[in-house]
Nanobody, 126 residues
């Protein structure tokens, strides 16, 4: 069974940068495209970024363009999300997600992802 574990969240100052990581285990050969989503309290889950199964194609949500960078290293079964210049409205729980192996294209639709991590919390202080 595929497991995704996020790490790298924490308390950071506004303006700082942060790297979130997602480590996949258990049948990683079954993974297709992967992505990051975030959810703030009382808000719906929001698409942040996604990359194709190969990692060569990336796709960003409107609010993530320019400040977020997604990357993937299949040899290590890891995916990262670099967040630059954190803003006060960035705080949220960030989730890693993966599509099944046949779904190689990145997607912004959360329901197209079969596997989810438990999330890592990002808190921004002014």
């Amino acid at each position: 069974q595929v497991q995704l574990v996020e790490s790298g969240g924490g308390l950071v100052q506004a303006g700082a940068s942060l790297t979130l990581s997602c480590a996949a285990s258990g049948g990683t050969g079954s993974l297709g495209a992967m992505g990051w989503f975030c959810q703030a309290p009382e808000n719906e889950r929001e698409f942040v970024a996604a990359c194709s199964a190969s990692g060569r194609r990336t796709y960003y949500g409107d609010s993530a363009k320019g400040r977020f960078t997604i990357s993937r290293e299949n040899a290590k079964s890891t995916m990262t999300l670099d967040i630059h210049t954190l803003k006060p409205d960035d705080p949220a729980m960030y989730y890693c997600a993966a599509r099944p192996a046949v779904a190689i294209a990145p997607s912004r639709r959360s329901w197209e992802y079969d596997y989810w991590g438990r999330g890592t919390q990002v808190t921004v202080t002014s």
